[in-house]
């Protein structure tokens, strides 16, 4: 096991904060303000009735169980986003498939993941239960988006209820000035804009805010994007500053090629009986 401050790294995503996205899952439902212009959305409907096409079935919510073995595969060590293109707390993933996922994380330790979610209590519930090894890994990071008030605050308290050893926020799209943010046990901080076609204005004092009460919290502030319809306009400069606040890593080494596969084989046979229990689409109102 080594420990190091990671900086801003990317290869095979274009997500600012993050090394690769792992997607077990495909597909949501639109559950909060945050989820207006949900990038995921507008990307998988547009490869909906495109046959054989990843996203063939749009933004439907549907388990990929096919994709469980994937970090097993990936040998070089990476920071993983866990469910980029859905929510691996949404109520209709079955709590076993959830399980599963999170025991691939713990036997693939030689990573780090980012598990995001709007669903906050559900995950809560399961880190206190039938999650909670999972909760005590320091490679598995929980962290929960915060673009409000209203809904985004009371996230927080279910993530620090749930007293993962690594807890993480997603302030973004930040909508409005969220004032006082109770920062305790909480490991790391993102912020950041909304971007594309109807972004939503983000103010400057409402990100130097949040940067200075985790300056004050000696919590590490990463600053994504200002967004916007061009965000590439605006960057990521803050006051003149690009923030790349990371915690810090700790690593495992990677175990030998006979013993990965020996588990991938294992995880394979596990994830199989999910195969027929892809849940149908049901529509939700948002
Ligand atoms: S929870 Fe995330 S993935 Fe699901 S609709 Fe909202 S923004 Fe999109």
Redesign the pocket.
Known sequence: MYRFRASHMSDNSKIEWTDATWNPVRG????SP??KH?Y??TFAERFRGVPGHPYEHGFDLRLVPEKIVEPLKWTKSKMIFVNS???LFHERVPDEYIELCAQVMAAANWHTYQVLT?RSERMRDLLKTSLKSAARLSHIWWGV?VENKKHGLPRIDHLRAASPAMAFLSIEPLLEDIGTIDLTDIDWVIVGGESGPGARPMAAEWVLSIRDQCYRNDVPFFFKQWGGVQKSRFGRELQGITFNGFPCLERSANPPRHTRIEMISGFEKRSAVFVKQRPTRKREAC
């Open positions: 949501c439902t639109k559950i945050g989820c949900c995921a959305e293109m859905s929510d709007k988006s």
